[in-house]
C-alpha cells in the first residue's frame, strides 16, 4: 500500500509541478504588452474616414500613455483636418481582453485650427470612458486588439526602445 500511495503522490506533484511550470496566459500577455508599441488603426462610417497612427507605452503599473496623430476626411470635399493627440489611461487585462479607461486627452487640431469654431473635436472627447478590446493576438512583437465597440482592429508592432 505504501508503494502505491508514494506513486500517487509523485504522479500528482509531477502533474501539479509541470502546470505551474507553464506560465498562465494572463501573465504572458501581462509581460507582451509591457513597453512601447508603434499603433495603427483606421475605419470608415457614412461619409467619414478616420486614422490614426500613435505610439502607445504600457506600464507594469498599470498606467499608459498614448501620443500621434489622427487624421480626419470627410466625403463632401472638406480638407482632410490633422491633430496631434495625447492621452493617458489605466489598463487592465481580464482573461482576452484589454480593458482601459482614459483618464486625461489632448486633441490639437495642427492643419486647420480654424475650423474648431465649427467642429471642436476636444470639447466632444470625454475622459473616464472605458474600452474592452478582445485581444486577437500578443506576442512580444505583435498586438492585435478588436474593439468591443465595434470600431474595428488596432493593429501595433513593438516599438523600439529609446537608447539613453
Known amino acids: ?18 502546470c505551474s511550470s507553464e506560465p498562465s496566459q494572463h501573465y504572458v500577455y501581462h509581460q507582451n504588452i ?3 508599441w508603434d499603433c495603427n488603426y483606421s475605419f470608415k462610417e457614412d461619409d467619414i474616414t478616420v486614422s490614426i497612427s500613435s505610439t502607445d507605452s504600457y506600464i507594469r503599473n498599470g498606467a499608459s500613455n498614448s501620443f500621434g496623430i489622427m487624421k480626419i476626411r470627410y466625403a463632401n470635399g472638406m480638407p482632410e ?18 480593458i482601459q479607461t482614459m483618464t486625461d486627452v489632448k ?12 467642429f471642436n473635436l476636444q ?7 472605458s474600452e474592452s478590446s478582445e485581444i486577437l493576438k500578443l506576442t512580444p512583437t505583435e498586438l492585435v486588439l478588436d474593439s468591443e ?3 474595428g482592429l488596432y493593429t501595433c508592432s513593438k516599438a523600439s526602445k529609446p537608447k539613453v
Open 34 to 36: 509591457l513597453g512601447p
Open 107 to 118: 486633441i490639437v487640431n495642427v492643419s486647420h485650427p480654424g475650423m474648431d469654431e465649427i
Open 1 to 18: 500500500m505504501r508503494i502505491k500511495g508514494i506513486v500517487s503522490a509523485l504522479s500528482l506533484f509531477t502533474v501539479i509541478a509541470g
Open 81 to 98: 483636418i490633422e491633430y496631434s493627440v495625447a492621452g493617458t489611461a489605466t489598463w487592465k487585462i481580464q482573461g482576452k481582453y484589454l
Open 149 to 151: 465597440s465595434g470600431a
Open 123 to 129: 470639447e466632444m472627447f470625454p475622459t473616464n470612458i
